[in-house]
């Protein structure tokens, strides 16, 4: 048995933590500074140890991998905005706490180093990433950070290709819009950029209601060859 | 040409992710050449996507996150193969834990009973959970999050590193979880956690042992020996190991700089 879990692990080691970069990458941009996004990785990896035997050795490994990762930050994320609003509405103030959810204003009270760590690393782009709903943030950082196909994030975020294509159009609209007003505040520019419309986050997630982007569209009105 | 037209916005993003091919893909460059419209906005996406992905690149990974990934791989593979271990243990090891069975046994039957902060700790020291600050910067983290007046254990007679610490709690008092690896002279390296709280009203429990006159409690928890040293302060510090005996642990702390300066009082009777 303990030679069985050696070989287990070294087989993880060997064809999982070659992604280890990918993850990285990926949770940099979904967590919220880079302590959450080790933390992410960490425990994105411990699962996925956890469940190795289940993996099909001839898939797609690191497609699994930030299968897991964005599940777990997606669970997470959900979890931190339940806790927020109980925060919220209670006007409460968590202090020390030993878990991984550590209502953000606690975290910082608790820790000055902190702080500063999150105000040096919370640049435009992280800001207006943070401010899209969790489905946009994966599939743009599926896409533009780690460069998986339609498909693949499609098998990543367990939903059809045309709702990725959705999601990314208007996740990238948004962040594009964020940047452009990022900017003006700051005095970079003089007027708003005219960017393309799209509709504001839905902090719930839910899909927008009418797709912009819909290749099946296009191929219908396609004429045949 | 003004299906191609109308799905311009469509095609633009497909085409600069990639995604486009064939047919279509012929279409859309034959139709790019005719159209200064869709030419222009085919264009200015490109500019757009390329400035976004460049802002989107992500730092390279920290080195210490691929040695934290092994470490805590290292925690589970104990924490799976604890439970058989114990069975493989000869001789006082073995009798131990049928006695712990027959305790488990009987707790099934009965209110479990309170936990000693020494157990309470072994069981927190048996969780894999990520550290808040790692190497030469983890006196002066301690300093500004925990307690100023802490003088973090240095030993004196064998190679130990200060790994890194974190915050957590021991019975809902704030704690400091401090993270120790020890080089033996052969070269292998054995892991050490304390965890520091004050243990003010707090029965302390285990074997009593001293060290020139020093008062330490010695005992097993979890699978872990645990050496607990309580200053003139009422600070308990609470040693725990995996890879340490009892009595090799006891040596261990023997030779911390917590022991140097001890009041009368404190003294082994």
């Known amino acids: ?40 990785v960490q425990e994105a990896l411990l699962r996925a140890y956890r469940f190795w035997d289940t993996f099909e050795k001839d898939s797609n490994c690191r497609a699994w991998l930030l299968r897991i990762l964005t599940n777990t930050f997606i669970n997470e994320y959900q979890r931190r905005r339940r806790q ?100 003006v505040e700051q005095g970079y520019v003089k007027a708003p950029a005219a960017a393309p419309a799209a509709s504001p986050p839905d902090d719930a997630g839910g899909e927008p209601a009418a797709a912009p982007i819909d290749l099946g569209a296009y191929r219908s009105r396609r004429p045949r060859s | 040409m003004k299906h191609l037209c109308d799905s311009i916005e469509t095609l ?88 712990a069975l027959a305790v488990f046994v009987v707790v099934l039957r009965a209110p479990p009973p309170t936990s000693s902060v020494e157990d309470v700790v072994a069981k927190i020291t048996t969780r894999s959970r990520p550290l808040e600050v790692e190497g030469a910067a983890t006196s002066q983290w301690v300093q500004r999050n925990y307690d100023p007046s802490v003088a973090l254990p240095t030993f004196g007679a064998a190679r130990v590193d200060r790994w890194g610490a974190r915050l957590t709690d021991v019975l809902d008092r704030d704690a400091l979880q401090l993270y120790y690896r020890v080089t033996t002279p052969e070269g292998m390296t054995r892991d050490v956690q304390v965890m520091i709280f004050d243990a003010h009203g707090i029965e302390l429990r285990g074997r009593r042992a001293g060290i020139d006159g020093r008062v330490l409690l010695v005992g097993t928890y979890r699978g872990r020996s645990v050496v607990t040293y309580r200053d003139g302060r009422d600070r308990a510090y609470v040693f725990t190991s995996t890879q340490l005996a009892p009595d090799e642990l006891t040596a261990l702390v023997g030779t911390s700089s917590l022991l140097l300066q001890v009041r009368d009082d404190e003294r082994f009777p």
């Open chain 1, 84 to 183: 927020r609003e109980v925060l919220d509405a209670a006007t409460a103030e968590q202090t020390a706490t030993d878990g991984v959810l550590v209502h953000e204003g606690a975290q910082a009270q608790r820790s000055p180093e902190g702080v500063l760590l999150e105000r040096a690393v919370s640049d435009d782009v992280q800001r207006a990433l943070d401010a899209l709903p969790a489905d946009f943030r994966t599939a743009v950082v599926l896409c533009d950070v780690e460069g998986l196909a339609y498909k693949e994030i499609a098998e990543v975020m367990d939903c059809p290709v045309g709702t990725v294509m959705s999601r990314l159009f208007r996740g990238r609209r948004l962040l594009q819009q964020s940047l452009a007003q990022f900017a």
């Open chain 2, 12 to 99: 633009a993003m497909t085409l600069h992710d990639g995604e486009l091919a064939g047919d279509e893909l012929r279409d859309l460059e034959l139709h790019l050449t005719e159209c200064a419209s869709c030419r222009d906005h085919v264009e200015r996406e490109a500019v757009a996507m390329a400035s976004l992905r460049r802002r989107l690149a992500p730092p390279p990974t920290p080195d210490l996150l691929r040695a934290r990934i092994t470490r805590a791989l290292d925690d589970e593979d104990r924490a799976a193969r604890r439970p058989l271990a114990s069975w493989l243990l000869p001789g006082t090891a073995a009798a131990a834990a049928v006695a």
């Open chain 1, 1 to 40: 048995m303990l030679s069985r879990r050696r070989d287990s692990r070294r087989d993880f080691e060997a064809t999982a933590l070659p992604h280890l970069d990918a993850l990285y990458g990926a949770a940099y941009r979904l967590a919220r500074n880079p302590r959450d996004a080790e933390d992410l």
